[in-house]
DNA sequence: TATATGTATTTTGTATTCATATACTTAATG
DNA sequence: CATTAAGTATATGAATACAAAATACATATA
């Protein structure tokens, strides 16, 4: 057994690890919109040097998460509602795509995998239990993403996630209507085991207009 | 006159600066795929320090431009023929996307820019102004892609662009069937005038299937 | 009192320095 | 002759130092 190659493996730059953080508490609400992020501050919290704060912030730029004014600082991104219907139109899309795709290119260890995710979810609402609810539905929707194998449209739609993620926790802590969510799974999943890309497309994109009007019904009151 | 402000407004931090000056390099296919960024090098040659040179990778990786191996050093991202696939891909379908938004969104203006757009490209046509019918078609999509008014989508479908461009400059230096590319056109105008949705999905997903069925036999020859 | 001006403080931008891991070279050994 | 070990050089990671801009604050002046 060798250590010191596991720890290297382990190994990440202090910038990473940075980013993470601050990432993280971006996504939980921690830091909230419009809120300034200064270098001296965050440094000092983590015990590390402005320079790995600096590197974190340029990524979190990158990632939308944050907007920089030069020589002026960072600051947490705000997200406006047009910017959160933005996000739904084109995750509506996108899942509706990764969905056909998945009908077309799925295979059977994925789809018993999908199978097992959707008992569990059931469990979990037999048993009120929420977050086993809410992971599941991430699961979910994770493995038909995946099943698309396209790595590059699955990278785009969890940045959109991410992005909606960020909006649910600040403005819209709500999470509801568990027997609806289960049933569009159901329809989907039944789209899957048909390799249906039509019927799949349609019932993933139903799913995302849900949500999508739910927000849109919550922003306009 | 407030010559300060100006000045002000103009100002770039040389993060920045090299940020772009990669950027380019690699886009242009200057900087090759799988050649070596080193810190100090880049340094001396554009007179700065390594700060604003590792900022600037660091930026490039979040783009898919390069990829880092802590401890190493920074590597231009290679572009796989199965990557380039998988963008257009992507474009096929955001594209047709962006052209359905367009054709419910888009406003008289811009349908007389796209109009004048079109005939400049009959113009480089009939002058065999290769330079000018690359721009036109650039400009053709860009404006249709604004008029989505879906900023996020616009910069997912830029990057994706750009993702390709690279590939192009590097693998695959043609850009013919400008009659083919001219029809094309004309039917996503027609379609645009009609605000016809479903139309220009269908012409605009047909445009990227042709580059996509394109590159996919150059790349299994 | 309100505005302008000068000064101090804070914060960001950039360069430099130091530490450490990796790559390279050369020499020793089987 | 191949292979490994030691030592050296080089590159990156991170902290610190320095420069310049932005901000806050106090004082002066109308």
């Given at each position: ?76 991104a705000d997200l406006t509602k047009k ?139």
């Amino acid at each position: 057994m060798n250590f010191n190659k596991l720890e290297i493996r382990n190994y990440k730059p202090l910038g990473e690890v940075v980013f993470e953080y601050l990432r993280n508490a971006i996504l939980s609400g921690e830091l909230k919109p419009g809120e300034r992020l200064m270098e001296v501050t965050i440094a000092d919290q983590l015990g590390v040097s402005r320079t790995p704060v600096r590197e974190a912030i340029r990524k979190l730029e990158k990632e939308n998460f944050v907007i920089m004014i030069p020589r002026k600082g960072a600051y947490v991104a705000d997200l406006t509602k047009k910017d959160i219907l933005e996000v739904l139109e084109i995750r509506k899309e996108l899942e509706g795509f990764a969905a056909a795709l998945a009908a077309e290119r799925m295979n059977d260890t994925e789809r018993e995998k999908l199978g097992r995710v959707i008992e569990d979810f059931n469990d979990g609402m037999i048993n009120m239990d929420k977050k086993r609810m809410i992971d599941c539905d991430n699961e979910f929707h994770s493995l038909i993403f995946y099943a698309s194998k396209n790595q590059r449209l699955i990278n785009i739609i969890f940045d959109l996630h991410d992005q909606f993620q960020r909006f649910r926790l600040v403005y819209f802590n709500e999470f509801n209507n568990f027997h609806e969510i289960q049933m569009s799974h159901g329809r989907i999943f039944e789209a899957l085991l048909l390799n249906d890309p039509k019927m799949a497309r349609k019932e993933a994109e139903e799913h995302v207009e849900n949500i999508r009007a739910l927000v849109n019904r919550w922003i306009t009151e």
